[in-house]
């Protein structure tokens, strides 16, 4: 269970501000169908994040070792700095106009955008901590969703709302401990 909500968790708050939750905003408002948003939304990200996780837990496989926790450990509190720097959603990241219709203009767009993102990278160093591809995923996933649904349903309201910054700082901050807490567990101390 730690692994689907640390998980949910990291890639919930690491999304808030991200460019993949400004496309769907962006999807939602040119397409104004926010089912087939959604779907495509879940789609994409579960496959992408399912391929991390994978990547993740079998490079953690091939090199289970105390230098390599340390390497996660390192990777997350990485993380936690890359957090604190605000994504810009620049035009040519904007979907075209969709002949594909809202579902696969989604699908695909949110998958080429997620590649190398911070949040599929942070689904990676997930996938190498836990044991489970499958619960790393399915919580990378539902993270994912609870950013972007309500990103789709409601937003440029969400935005005006919500300081994007302590959200960042707060993710910064999750990222941070759980780097912590793998550094502490690598080396073998107290509450590691």
């Known amino acids: 269970m730690d ?8 890639v919930a708050l690491a999304e808030i501000g991200d460019k993949t939750m400004l ?12 089912v ?40 997350f509190v990485a993380m936690a700095a890359w957090t604190l720097i605000p994504d810009k959603f620049e035009e040519d990241d904007e979907p075209k106009p969709g002949r594909f219709g809202a579902f696969l ?8 955008v997620e590649i190398g993102d911070k949040t599929q ?8 901590q836990f044991e489970s591809v499958l619960r790393v995923a399915l919580g990378t996933t539902l993270g994912m969703m609870l950013a972007n649904v309500p990103a789709v349903c409601f937003g440029n309201a969400i935005i005006e709302r919500i300081s994007l910054k302590s959200v960042r700082i707060v993710a910064a901050l999750l990222f941070l401990a759980i ?3 793998v550094i502490a567990e690598a080396a073998g101390l107290p509450g590691g």
Do not use: C, E, K, M
């Open 121 to 128: 990278v942070a689904t990676i160093a997930l996938g190498a």
């Open 36 to 75: 087939p948003i959604i779907l495509g939304i879940f789609v994409a990200t579960l496959a992408n994040h399912g391929i991390a996780a994978f990547l993740g837990h079998t490079i953690a496989g091939l090199l289970d070792g105390q230098w390599f926790r340390y390497a996660v450990g390192i990777g």
């Open 3 to 10: 692994a689907i909500l640390t998980s949910t968790a990291v």
């Open 105 to 112: 203009t989604t699908t695909i767009a949110f998958f080429l």
């Open 179 to 181: 780097g912590l807490w």
């Open 23 to 34: 496309l769907a905003i962006v999807l939602a408002a040119r397409f104004r169908a926010p």
